[in-house]
Every structure is written in C-alpha cells, then in structure tokens.
C-alpha cells in the first residue's frame, strides 16, 4: 500500500477546505463499467458537471496499476487498478479543482479499494471508493475484501468524518430489525449474502447506510439495472460514521 502525499501548503491553505459550516459537498459514485475507452472520461466529467458533482467515486474504472491525472477540464483523477495488464475491476475518485486543493494524500489498496484524506479547518474528510466482489463471489473473495476494508478503516484518523462509498453488490433490504443504528428502514428488496456482509461491517466500525435513512420514490432509491431492462435493486451505497 502506496501513500501519495500531495502539497502541504495548498491542502493546509484553509481557503480550500472542502467541510465548512456554509457551504455544500456533493459526493457521487458511479460504477461506469468501464474508462478505458476513448472519448468516456470526458463524458463521465460532463456528467459530474450536469449535476455538481464535487468528489465523484468510480467503481469499474477498469484502468490497470494506480497514478492520478489532470484533465484537459482540469479535474483531478487519482485511480487504483490491477497489477496485471487486465483491464477488470479497478476504482477512482474524481475530484474538482476546490476538492483537489484540499487533497492531503491518496492510497491506491488495490483494484477494489482506494482512499483519499481532505482537509479542512474544522474537521478532516477520509473517502473509501469500493467496488465489492459479486454475490455470487466465493466467501473467500468476499471476506479478503472486508478484511483489506477493515484495515483501511482501522488507519482512519479518529476525528475525520468518514465516508465509504461505491458498488458494494450489496442489497440490504428493508427489513432493519436489530441494526436500527445501522440503517433505517427505507431500503430496497430482501437482503442478500452480501447484504449481510455489509450490515456486519458498519456495525463493527460504526457506519451508518445513508441510502436506507430517507423516503424517496422507489425509482430513486434503486442504483441498478440489469441489460435486460427487467431487474432493479439497490445495490451503491454510501455509508457515513455515525456520530
């Protein structure tokens, strides 16, 4: 696990801090099925313009070995891939040039998990972008993906607020009984494995599931389609500490 270090002086410069009392932070995730092909990045970048979009989370970005870069828009993408020449998997976090000035430092995991500390006066910001093994993933590929989230989180500075974000593969369902702290009782459908997976791993680090605390229309609340245009069901999530 790498550590990029970004400049001191722009991410301690507290003009740039992204969590003010007054001001907004949109925070997206979007898995894109894939950047590498031409003419995609820019049209996910047109995308996060169209909605504002401060800090985007990509989940199959699908770029091999890990880097950041500027785009001709200015944008910053700090991205983590496999170490093979395959393109599968991989995550990025895409910021704006407010976002990227208060960048403290990145650490590409691996091709699932990538995280990114922000500075701010008040109080620091730690994103986690995942892209999760599939339900039908073998246990053991599933338990090495918490087990790598879990020590991510376990180097998470005590006071930063904490946001854990991407395509957990993960249906939570509706039914919150006895993980009341953990998530409300707006979600989606039945819980699946990975489901339970996921409800056990915000109980152990305190991290409440945002998507399942608000009433929406069920159109909004449900983040994936199958090709066949016939199957939906709440699967991105972002989780937040609780306090």
Known sequence: MTVISESRDEANNTRNGLLRPKSLLRVGGWNVRTMYEVGKTAQIEKEMLNYNIDILGISECRWTGYGSVITTNGQKIVYSGRKDNIHREGVAIIMNKQASKAL???????????????????????????????NEADIETKTDFYEKLRSVMEGVHA?????????????????????????????????????????????LNDLVIGGTLFQHKEIHKLTWTSPNRRDKNQIDHLMINGR
């Open 159 to 203: 006071h930063d607020v904490v946001l854990v974000n991407g395509d957990l593969n993960a249906k939570v369902g509706n039914d919150n009984i006895g993980v009341e702290r953990i998530m409300g009782n707006n979600g989606c459908g039945t819980c699946n494995e990975n489901g339970n997976l996921l409800i056990e791993f915000c109980g």
């Open 104 to 134: 403290i430092e990145w650490k590409p995991i691996d091709e699932r998990i990538i995280t990114a500390r922000f500075h701010s006066k008040y109080v620091k910001l730690t994103l986690s972008q995942c892209y999760a093994p599939t």
